[in-house]
């Protein structure tokens, strides 16, 4: 739960952190509110590889034992899928294949405006 008052904040960055959160969901919701009109979110989030592909499956075999090991990290998120979500008035993102593991390689880089 984020203790700050509505629209404090002009600018919200995250670097992987919305692949820890228990609920993506709800943080997204309090980071909107927290934003004033017209305010940023920066995000740098590794997100899960399409379903049904090959490392997708792995992600999802891994994920609990990699959750444990990295101590909270999720491998299978649809980050930009909730991020998507909420009522931006503009989203620009991009894809990029870091140079990490390939169960961490697909990242998405990006500007949410209020």
């Given amino acids: 739960m984020l203790e700050f008052p509505q629209e404090k904040f002009d600018n919200v960055i995250l670097g992987n952190v919305l692949c820890e959160v228990p609920n993506q969901s709800q943080i997204l919701s309090q980071i909107y509110d927290i934003l ?7 995000f740098i989030e590794h ?7 090959p490392v ?7 994920n609990p ?7 909270g990290c999720n491998l299978n998120r649809d980050t930009l899928e909730q991020i998507q979500q909420a009522p931006w008035s503009e989203l620009i993102h991009w894809e990029i294949k870091s ?16």
């Fill in 36 to 42: 004033k009109v017209g305010g940023q979110v920066i």
């Fill in 47 to 53: 997100v899960a590889h399409p379903p049904n592909t």
């Fill in 56 to 62: 997708r499956i792995f992600q999802n075999i891994m």
């Fill in 65 to 71: 034992v990699y959750t444990i090991l990295s101590d």
């Fill in 99 to 114: 140079g990490g593991p390939l169960v961490l390689n697909r990242v998405h880089i990006g500007i949410a405006c209020k």
